[in-house]
């Protein structure tokens, strides 16, 4: 496709579920970003992939949070034993560069998770 | 690290009108400053972004200035429509890192 997509759009889990959510960068990107997105707050950094590589990932909040990139396009966000405090929603971005400050990040709709 | 505050937390203008939108930072070595536009239900998208040794770039109805003495930097939109109408995010981000600090954003409403 032309963008960043992302799956589930939204997500409905109840507290303790896993949850695996979906990104699906442009095609060629090298870099790859996720981002926690609070209720009238900016996106928050949590984790940078170039290509396979997990370069970066002093974001994630907990140890109940894991990514993956295994074969440098596809990446999946995994939360174990969701909490309340994860409703958010969650961004992918991805970049043609290996992770400039000036490359252009574009990013996906989303991933709206509710957890009841 | 980076703390960037951005002002005002809703805007609300009439069409036509010109909006500003203004944020400050604090990390002196922030050399990158991207603003975003955010549609409901949609990803952030960059509209315009400028580097530090620039201190003004125009795309057509849109205008961003860079003090860097004072840190802050603004978003000027000209002659405002209604499809302006959306969430916008300022950025900062230092040389060698790829980390944005973001805004906490401004809600934009242009009314017809």
């Known amino acids: 496709g032309a963008g960043v997509s992302q799956s589930p759009r939204y997500k409905v889990a109840k507290r303790g579920q896993d949850v695996a959510l979906r990104c699906d960068p442009i095609?060629?990107?090298?870099?790859l970003f996720w981002y926690q997105q609070a209720l009238g707050q900016g996106p928050e950094f949590l984790t940078y992939?170039?290509?396979?590589?997990?370069?970066?990932k002093s974001g994630l909040p907990s140890d109940r949070f894991f990514a993956e990139r295994p074969e440098g396009s596809v990446s999946t966000l995994k939360i174990q034993r969701t909490q309340q405090e994860d409703s958010a929603v969650y961004l992918c971005?991805?970049?043609?560069?290996?992770?400039?400050?000036?490359?252009?990040?574009?990013f996906g709709p989303g991933t709206r998770l509710t957890v009841l | 690290g980076e703390n960037v505050e951005q002002h005002p937390s809703t805007l609300s203008v009439q069409e036509g009108d010109s909006a500003v939108i203004k944020c400050t930072y604090s990390?002196?070595?922030?050399?990158?400053f991207p603003w975003y536009k955010q549609e409901l239900g949609k990803g952030p998208q960059l509209i315009i972004d400028?580097?530090?040794?620039?201190g003004e770039k125009k795309d057509q109805r849109i205008a961003v200035t860079l003090n860097k003495t004072a840190k802050h930097f603004s978003l000027h939109i000209t002659e405002t429509q209604p499809e302006d109408s959306a969430v916008y995010f300022c950025?900062?981000?230092?040389?060698?890192?790829?980390?944005?600090?973001f805004g906490r954003g401004t809600s934009l409403i242009v009314h017809p």
């Open positions: 095609s060629g990107h090298v870099s």
């Open positions: 990390d002196s070595a922030s050399n990158y």
């Open positions: 400028i580097r530090s040794n620039v």
């Open positions: 992939f170039q290509n396979e590589a997990q370069l970066d």
């Open positions: 950025a900062a981000s230092r040389g060698g890192s790829y980390i944005p600090t």
């Open positions: 971005a991805s970049s043609q560069g290996s992770g400039a400050s000036t490359d252009t990040q574009y």
